[in-house]
């Protein structure tokens, strides 16, 4: 089983700039595949971002040049870097992981999903 605790978030103005990151454990080899999802209120969970090992990473195209994914492998860590955030980007952000074929484009969403953490952009 794994699990993923995501921390970060919060609030902050427009224009500004959060980072999250999402640790994943339990059984490290489970999974190879780990991304962002995020749902605001009365909208569907959309993708972020995504980054698999030995693969690609996938963006939504409303947060291209804006947000950055990395991963740690060694740590088994995803990192999601927020830049120029802007108030439609408010929602609650859900780590989300699983195990794919080497080398795989995202095709999400995965098995294991994180407790979710609220990010807020003020105006």
């Known amino acids: 089983q794994v699990q993923l605790v995501e921390s970060g978030g919060g609030l902050v103005q427009a224009g500004g700039s959060l980072g999250l990151s999402c640790a994943a454990s339990?059984?490290?080899?489970?999974?190879?595949?780990m991304g962002w999802y995020r749902q605001a209120p009365g909208k569907q969970r959309e993708l972020v971002a995504g980054?698999?090992?030995?693969?690609?990473?996938n963006y939504a195209d409303s947060v291209k040049g804006r947000f950055t994914i990395a991963r740690d492998n060694a740590k088994n860590i995803v990192y999601l870097q927020m830049n120029s955030l802007k108030p439609e980007d408010t929602a609650v952000y859900y780590c989300?992981?699983?195990?794919?074929?080497?080398?795989?484009?995202?095709?999400?969403?995965?098995?294991?999903w994180g407790q979710g953490t609220q990010v807020t952009v003020s105006s």
């Open positions: 980054i698999i090992t030995g693969g690609s990473t």
């Open positions: 989300n992981a699983g195990r794919v074929v080497y080398g795989s484009t995202w095709a999400g969403p995965y098995g294991y």
């Open positions: 339990g059984s490290r080899f489970s999974i190879n595949a």
